[in-house]
Structures are given as C-alpha cells and as structure tokens.
C-alpha cells in the first residue's frame, strides 16, 4: 500500500482549507433491560458492553475499561503500522498489548481513598524489523508515541464537559 499517496489528497485538502480537517466523532450508549450493560452505536457498529464481574456484571462482555484499552491498542497498532510504512521500515510483526491495573474498591465506593479508575496503564510494543538500523526503530518509536491519538488523548486529556437533559 502507498500510505502516501492515499494521504496526499487528504494532507493537501487540510492545509489549503483548515476546517475541513476538523471532525467530531461520537458513541451513543442506549439502556438494555437490565442495570448491567448496555449497547453502545458507534454509527458505523454496535457493540454490546457489559459490567466487569469485579463489580457485578457477568462478565459475557467486553466492559469499559476492556474498550478503553482496546482503544488505546487499536490506535497504537494502526499508528505504529502506518508510521513503519511511511518511513519505509520493513516489519515482520508489530503486536501492541496494553494492560490497566485499577483498584475496583474505588469504583463501588467501598474506600474515598482508592482512586476511580485506572492507576496505571502500560503498553507493550513487539516489532520484528530485523532490517531496521536502531535510528529507525527510534523514529518509529519516536513518531508513534506522538501521533497516536488514544495515547496523547490519555497523556493530555481534552477539557470533558457533562451535560445533563432537563427532567421537566
């Protein structure tokens, strides 16, 4: 695949029109019949999300943490993937696995001292490019870390508003 060329249009169009560059993307999460899970339309797919056991659910699903570390490995793979290609790395495999630890007597209220939420999350990157010289594989590293959206998103989080509709 020639990532370039696929990208030039679109690298083109942004520069010479800002805006166009600017999108807003959205996930709707909808009630089922029971408190412990729920779908979740991404427009494009619905998945079904469900409570991790550690809290109550059944554990059939994948929960909100399991997505948001797959987030994280989804963008990180496809980030690492696309940037070896730009750069022209050759790769035998790239395999991203990340890991959260959390502390659920947080999340069910059981102690105001735990925190809600993950306390740590790691990521693991195994590239074979035994090809690569060691300034590449450092670019590579380099160029992924900061162009991977879901990793900056969590390194630096955006402001995050609620909002609430009137129950008039």
């Given at each position: 695949m020639d990532l370039r060329s696929l990208q030039k249009p679109l690298k083109d169009q942004y520069r010479n029109d800002p805006s166009a560059s600017r999108i807003t993307l959205r996930a709707k999460g909808?009630?089922?019949d029971v408190p412990i899970s729920?779908?979740?339309?991404l427009g494009r797919a619905i998945?079904?999300?469900?409570a991790h056991k550690g809290v109550g659910g059944d554990g059939a699903g994948a929960c909100s943490g399991d997505l948001l570390l797959g987030a994280l490995a989804a963008c990180a793979?496809?980030?690492?993937q696309m940037v070896a290609t730009a750069m022209g790395i050759p790769t035998e495999r790239i395999a991203v696995t990340v890991e959260g630890d959390l502390d659920l007597r947080g999340t069910l209220g059981i102690s105001k001292d735990v925190p809600v939420g993950?306390?740590?999350i790691r990521l693991?990157?195994?590239v074979a490019a035994p090809k690569a010289t060691a300034e590449q594989l450092r670019g590579l590293r380099e160029k992924t870390e900061q162009y991977c959206v879901v990793m900056q998103t969590l390194?630096?989080?955006?402001s995050l508003l609620t909002e609430w509709a009137d129950q008039d």
């Open positions: 909808g009630q089922t729920c779908s979740v339309d998945y079904q999300a469900g793979q496809i980030t690492c993950f306390e740590s693991h990157f195994d390194i630096r989080p955006p």
